[in-house]
């Protein structure tokens, strides 16, 4: 294949039906919409199924339909929608069966704006909808990354009968960018031993996430916590650039992972030794990684599009190890690769704490930007 | 009698589980659960048909009929049944959803299902009431009718009018056939089932979406025996709930022929 | 004559709602209070001759728990008079 010049929205649902994705169901929310649009088209030139639904709501649930069937569906949205959708992923998460969700994250809380942000990190990671369960979370800084890992987002939903997440902002979604795409996939033509088909010649099958006695949705709980501890052991992904050598370290998932990587090779370049990681996986979050990389760096400076939610994980994992500081900017604003930059050389100069919160010490900088 | 010259008239139907259901005693709900697997099993849909259960008093369908099911969230189920049946063209797909699930909190999903033409069959079971939760006032109850959350009688200045959902969804162009019946009686019933049947032949041959919506009992949470549950809903819910055909597509009419 | 019939009630599903006593149009149909279900029930039984068989009981029965029974017409007349 030969790369050609993609949108981010189009190259992710063109990855979706080249992974043999069946059934597609959304709603237009910016900065998402071309990913429906691309679909409304795609899908049914395919004969394959596509619903602009009423609501976020109603996508979802469809989704929840279609993933019954055992066959590749995925759904695409943007925070606001996809706090809507919280209900239907809870359910599915209930009922464990396979499914991917795009989110494409916009400014918020509420309304917001419609330019790009990480704000969903908590949504997404750490929950969102009612009960114990846990998404898989893959977060992509390019439009190259973001086609692979929404072919790899199927593959893990169906190994592990789990929603698989694609966290990416606004700036990817919009983006043009020269991609790859990966070979079409055919469509499923059998179904798995637990998918509902029409009872012929076997037993009956239902899909609920109703465990009515306690000791059952136990079981229940206990059945899907023991398989996240097997993607926690096997899917964990991320990549470190300048690490080998780096006393300091940034960190940064997605756009911010990108940017902070440009304001990395300025520092280099100044003779910082700073190096950098970027989740993939978000979840299961590379804690081992960040574990070691607290051991071996003098500071690390966390940044991120929201107020520090992975931050918090950050903290938790480096259990003091090493001293933390953050930089974000907010509301649908990408941090500058010179502002990262300027971070960078701050955490150098030093003097570093373990003291206090670097969120305080952020917003306290923050007073003096704004 | 010597066995040997006998005919069975009724058996249980192949499309209902060998489960005791957790309904109240009288519940009609029952007798459309036994409708809705009498025509399956007379249809031969058994082994291609896929239940989606809502949320209510009808959340153990799953339990009940024979065939392969799944569990929608509240009010949802006309979007699952909208999942699998554009997974799944050729099977049959239904819901069966209370009045709470349906005209309530699941009220945008039922319209647009309906707005779509998707080709489902959905039955709508009207008590006039939340049961599942001990009875409290849902869209369909009548005005002055007294539930847990209406305890001086619904009050339509302050608690609004109850909704109509045949005469609201038969406004839709999507809409193939849209009928109310009642399960209060031997012949209401004889009639219910036809319906039923109506609405999957309707669903085989493509023509979109079709509902049948079956008053029903209460007798629970209406605080009577089930006997009187029966005149109650003849005397007070069908001058409300009129029955009666509300869409009949023209080519659902030649099947009905 | 009208044909003769009988019920079956199953103890598994009936609930003693009494819907298919008001129903019987020979009104032949009663709780049996000598009987017990499992969930404590009496359950409905034919109390006295008249079942034509008509299956109006098992129509109203929420709980599918009759099976009806009738004389197979065809058989009667096969049978020659007197025999």
New interface residues.
Partial sequence: MTRELWKGNNAIAEAAVRAGC??Y?GYPITPQTELLEYMSARMPQLGR?F?Q???E???I?????????G?R?MSSSSSPGVSLMM??VS?IAG?EIPAVLVDVMRGGPGLGNIAPAQSDYNQIVHGGGHGDYNLIVLAPSSVQESVDLTVLAFDLAEKYRSICVVLLDGSIGQMMEPAEMPPFQPLRTEYPDWA??????RE???????YLDPPQEEAANLRMLRRWQEVQANEIRYKTYYMEDAKFAVIGFGSSGRVALTAVRAARAEGIPVGLLRPITLNPFPEKVVEDLAKQVEGILVVEMNSGQMLEDIRRIAKGAAPVEFFARLGGIVPLPDEVLDEIRRLAKGPLTLEGHPRDRWLARMGTLN | MDTQEEVIVYARPDSLTKTNTHYCPGCTHGVAHHLIAEVIDEMGLRERTIGVASVGCSVFAYNYMNFDFVQAPHGRAPAMATGVKRVFPDKVVLTYQGDGDLASIGMAEIVHAAARGENISVFFLNNANYGMTGGQMAPTTLPGQKTTSSPNGRDVETQGYPIRASELLATLDGASYVVRRSLHDPKNIRLAKKAIRTAFEVQLRGLGFSMVELLSTCPTNWEMTPQNSLKWLEEHMIPYYPLGDYKVNPAVAEIKG | MPPKGRIIVSDLYCKGCELCVGACPQAVIALNPDRITAKGYHPASLFKDGCTGCGICAIVCPDAAITVYREDLRARRAIPAGA
Avoid: H, P, Q
Wanted: proline share 0%; charged share 15%; glycine share 8%.
């Fill in positions: 069946a059934a169901f199924a619903v639904a009423e609501s709501l109603a996508a649930n469809m989704v929840y339909g279609a993933a019954c069937t066959t569906v209900e239907g359910y009922t509902v088909t029409g009872a012929k010649d009956r099958r239902f899909l609920s996430s109703i």
